[in-house]
């Protein structure tokens, strides 16, 4: 499985999540990175970037609550996830940043947070 998202759960609105993602690729170092999620009956949207730099950048509705990190020793990409709203229920998934993907990207499951207000 190249990408595996992981981490997702049922919480609490205000509460915090921190999903995880491993990447299985021997040019990860150098590949920008991102996450991305799907609300039930809506299109996936992008989350979250981070470049192979460490650069980040961030969706309106999630600045200042949500946090993209990386970890390029273990192939892995992080997102904190702070003072969740019910908005931010769906399945989140990893992949490489949108600019790097391309029609029938794998995608994998995902990781399936809900928010209960």
């Known amino acids: 499985v190249p990408l595996q998202a992981s981490g997702g759960g049922l919480v609490q609105a205000g509460r915090s999540l921190r999903l995880s993602c491993i990447v299985r690729?021997?040019?990860?170092?150098?590949?920008?990175m991102g996450w991305y999620r799907q609300a039930r009956g809506k299109q996936r949207e992008s989350v979250a970037r981070?470049?192979?730099?460490?650069?980040?950048d961030y969706a309106e509705s999630v600045k200042g609550r949500f946090t993209i990190s990386r970890d390029n020793t273990k192939n892995m990409v992080f997102l904190q996830m702070n003072s969740l709203k019910s908005e931010d229920s769906g399945v989140y998934y990893c992949?490489?940043?949108?600019?790097?993907?391309?029609?029938?990207?794998?995608w994998g499951q995902g990781t399936l947070v809900t928010v209960s207000s």
């Open positions: 992949n490489y940043e949108p600019s790097a993907i391309g029609p029938g990207a794998y």
């Open positions: 690729t021997d040019i990860f170092s150098i590949m920008g």
């Open positions: 981070i470049s192979s730099g460490g650069e980040t």
